[in-house]
């Protein structure tokens, strides 16, 4: 299986000090949770040291000494400082147990997903059945804690009930869950909530959630008397996993796990991963990181490489998984929302000629480094996961392609005439200034928001961007005090994709009034026929009719256009450079290993295939 892709190298028009920028969404808090500003993976402010061989007073485990090179894997873009903890419950975890990106080093999940694909394959779970409203899933029997105890049933269901419990990063699978129960030691029953029975949220638990043990945290529990405050306290640093590593040595310069030869995974796998060590160096920011990867002191990189063709062009031995452009598969499409209020704004055929006139190419080739393929607007990504969702031809006479000529027609078809200034006026509305923002500093996004107000020029439409601090766009997000915002709809690589992505931009029920608190469908966008869609997907299983669903959901949003994709992002920067470690796979290997870093989700059996 191949993916489809543009094959031609992009030259980047780069702006100067792209650096990582923004790239997360703001989600759903769960249960009573306060929302929290999410400002992606961008390295923090301020004066760090190089890292160097010694350990930070008072941070510091195990033995200092340095590990052989060959023998371990060095990575970076994961980690921007220094550790405090290492205890899933405290809501900032450091590597190697960030909830998401780091899943399957230390703390597994019951399946891992393949951003390929979309398949869920066997990890802690060795298969997995619907049976009316309740999924049963069958549990792997040799596998075990990293202290030697059997990994069971009852662990399964009190790491499912700490987030029914406390306001951790799980909970809001609760909203969709009634129980989950023990069926016998190796498998469990996870029970759809009868008024919200979405399965698709479910399947994402099962693969997104971190096993704990029930011996080791129920211990936590009642040494903080059950206050999560307390509990968040618990450094953890000796992190008792299923995982094949554990914790080695950390300080404030770097985090070291040590592979567990006793692995129970050896059974599944066929034998141990070929790292003996993982180290994650912290630098202090990417151009640091960028020229240790460039140099070979790290292996496997997930920050922002601008023009990453030029390093190779130099004989590095650096690949990323794409052999030519766009070079990393998409797992997010950035997005602009309009507020479907503000006059102007709320005219489809004014939204449509909005994104008709804007330069795609030039928003990948300067705000992306040539990293996001040719836009075909799809409430899917354009791979072989998602794109299987939707009729490409039953969609393709309502997409849009950047065509300056067309949406200046298109305006003055619908009487939209231009002033003195060359601003446009439509039933005696203006159309501009409207204010278009996002954080200050986000610069991939800064650079393409500038480039959607000069297109829009061309067809008189004044915006004037606006780049406000991250807690700043938050509120305006989430309360709908914007005219134009850049978000991310639901990303990620997960079995609930698309449906999140259009959940997110397209969902009317539950959404808050204008000035109070959204967490999703931020332009506070109305469609019933869309609802109600949205609503009926989660409950389908027969694959032609999810694709006629889907296929009508994408119609409705290709016509009435509340959002438009700016850019295809990847969900993890997947570069590697083989000095040292060889064998990484790539697109069309025949390994169908995905580019999650090879320690996320299936992305981990790339562990197992490198080599020195």
């Known amino acids: 299986m191949r993916l489809k892709f543009a094959s031609k190298p992009l030259m980047a028009l780069l702006m100067a000090g792209v650096l990582i920028a923004g790239c997360q969404t703001v989600q759903p808090?769960?249960?009573?949770?306060?929302?929290?500003?999410?400002?992606?993976n961008k390295p923090p402010s301020g004066n760090q040291t190089e890292p160097s061989k010694e350990p930070a007073t008072g941070t510091s485990k195990g033995d200092a000494k340095e590990t052989p090179r060959n023998e371990t894997?060095?990575?970076?873009g994961l980690q921007w400082g220094a550790p405090t903890n290492f205890n899933l419950l405290s809501g900032n975890p450091a590597f190697p147990i960030n909830y998401g990106n780091s899943r399957e080093l230390v703390y597994e999940t019951l399946f891992m997903i393949n951003q390929l694909d979309g398949a869920l394959?066997?990890?802690l779970g060795t298969k997995y059945e619907w049976k009316?409203?309740?999924?049963?899933?069958?549990?792997?029997k040799d596998a075990k804690w990293n202290d030697g105890k059997p990994f069971t049933s009852e662990d399964v269901v009190y790491t499912y009930?700490?987030?029914?419990?406390?306001?951790?990063?799980?909970?809001s699978y609760w909203t969709n869950i009634s129980e989950v129960t023990a069926d016998g030691a190796n498998a469990v029953n996870i029970k759809l909530n009868k008024d919200n029975p979405n399965r698709l949220r479910v399947l994402d638990s099962i693969e997104l959630i971190p096993m704990l043990p029930k011996h080791i945290w129920e211990e936590i529990e009642k040494k903080a008397g059950n206050d999560l405050s307390a509990i968040r306290k618990e450094v953890n640093d000796n992190p008792v996993g299923t995982g094949p590593y554990k914790l080695y040595f950390y300080n404030d310069q770097k985090i070291t796990i040590e592979r567990d030869d006793n692995y129970w995974g050896k059974s599944l796998f066929g034998k141990l991963p070929a790292p003996k060590y993982i180290t994650h160096v912290i630098y202090k920011d990417n151009a640091a990181g960028d020229l240790a990867f460039k140099s070979g002191q790290v292996d496997v990189s997930q920050q922002f490489i601008p023009q990453v063709w030029n390093m190779w062009e130099k004989g590095a031995p650096i690949k990323t998984f794409l052999e030519d452009a766009p070079y990393y598969v998409p797992g997010s499409m950035p997005s602009i929302f309009f507020n479907m209020s503000k006059k102007g704004l709320d005219n489809a055929d004014v939204r449509r000629a909005i994104a008709m006139a804007i330069d795609y190419k030039k928003i990948s080739d300067l705000a992306m480094s040539g990293y996001s393929a040719a836009m075909e607007p799809s409430l899917t990504l354009n791979t072989d996961a998602e794109s299987k969702y939707v009729d490409k031809d039953a969609i393709k006479p309502l997409q849009w392609t950047t065509d300056v000529k067309a949406a200046n027609e298109l305006l003055d078809k619908i009487g939209a005439q231009k002033g003195k200034d060359g601003i446009r006026v439509l039933n005696g509305?203006?159309?501009g200034p409207y204010e278009i923002e996002c954080p200050y500093g986000w610069s991939d996004w800064n650079a393409a928001l500038e480039i959607v107000a000069q297109s829009a020029k061309a067809i008189g439409i004044e915006i004037r961007t606006k780049f406000p601090e991250a807690p700043v766009w938050t509120n305006d997000l989430q309360t709908g005090k914007f005219d134009i915002i850049m978000n991310t709809p639901a990303g990620g690589v997960n079995p609930s994709q698309p449906w999140s992505r259009a959940h997110d931009i397209?969902?009317?029920?539950?959404?808050?009034?204008a000035g109070e608190m959204a967490f999703w469908n931020w332009g506070r966008y109305k469609n019933d026929k869309a609802d109600q869609i949205i609503d009926q997907i989660p409950t389908v299983t027969d694959e032609a009719q999810l694709k006629n669903l889907y296929t009508e959901l994408t119609k409705i949003w290709l016509t009435d256009i509340p959002s438009v994709p700016l850019m295809y992002r990847p969900w993890v920067f997947h570069t590697v450079n083989e000095s040292v470690w060889k064998g990484f796979p790539v697109d069309g290997d025949g390994s169908n290993i995905p580019p999650q870093i090879a320690m996320d989700g299936a992305?981990?059996?790339?562990?197992?295939?490198?080599?020195?």
Do not use: F
């Open 429 to 431: 509305t203006r159309l």
């Open 132 to 140: 009316d409203d309740t999924l049963h899933v069958e549990l792997n």
């Open 603 to 612: 992305g981990i059996r790339a562990l197992y295939q490198i080599h020195n």
């Open 73 to 76: 894997l060095y990575v970076n």
């Open 29 to 40: 808090p769960s249960a009573s949770e306060t929302p929290k500003t999410q400002e992606g």
């Open 121 to 123: 394959e066997p990890l």
């Open 506 to 513: 397209m969902y009317s029920k539950g959404v808050a009034p």
């Open 161 to 171: 009930e700490l987030g029914k419990k406390y306001d951790i990063n799980w909970s």
